[in-house]
């Protein structure tokens, strides 16, 4: 049976195993020392199932965090739950391009590749602006991109499918595929495909397709993007030890810019 997104049952799956997942990712220290570094309150922007907000949280670091998708929010605000209730951490449902919130920050955090996800010059201009207004005065926002090389985006998409196994916590087997279907030169945008493909103990099958779609983004555009928003960069990494950007391209292209008042 193949069941597509719109009924939730994929979103459901998707966010269950978001964190099986990712557990390849080694960013949450990234993070949270910038955290500390900069201190808070920190806005997290798409934050999905909280994988970096509850560690930035668990060190006592004020942090809310909104998305779009009430399943992985769910699964963050049970994660939440299940710490102390002192624990300074709040979740939203909002959408990063236009949402209104009772707090400012010192920082916003957009880790994993979320403004990637938003694929138009027009969506990205809307999110930066409305973190610019939730930042405080010479606050921060931290963008972590993926920057392709040139050669990755003349492959063949069929040579960039990734496929990844594990067993899920009701002993289902998961089969993973992730498929680039297209990519677009002309507004720097992929079209992806995440197949999920599980087998429960009792040998029942399901088939979950979610199709989505990100942005490719240069360096030099997202210097541009941010300036035209009021920030200016001021730190460029390209990786999560703070190793220089450009040292092994293909990668990271993490950026920390700074809100900057021109009336001040
Ligand atoms: C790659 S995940 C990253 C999640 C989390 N930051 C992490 O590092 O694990 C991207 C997240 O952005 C969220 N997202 C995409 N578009 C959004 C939008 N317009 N508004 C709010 N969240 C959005 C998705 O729902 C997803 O949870």
Redesign the pocket.
Known sequence: MTVFDADGIAAQRDAAY?ELF?DW?R?TDFFATVARRIGGPIL??????G??TIPIAQAGIDIDG????PE?LRIARQAAERLSPTTPVRFFP????KFSLDNTYRLAL?????LQ??TTTT?KID?LRCVHDHLDRGGFVLVDNYCPSVAYLATDPDSCTTTSEKHGPAGEHIRRTQRVISRNHADQTQQLEVVYDITDPDGTTEHLVIPYQTSYIFRLELEHLLARYGFTMTEIWGGYEFQDFGTDPPGELIVLAQRVDRSS
Not at 44 to 49: A, M, S, V
Not at 110 to 114: A, D, G, I
């Open positions: 978001y990712t990712r960013d997290e922007l798409g934050c999905g199932t994988r970096i909104i998305d779009i998708a992985r909002a959408d990063i391009r957009f880790p994993y590749r979320v996800e938003l969506d999110c």
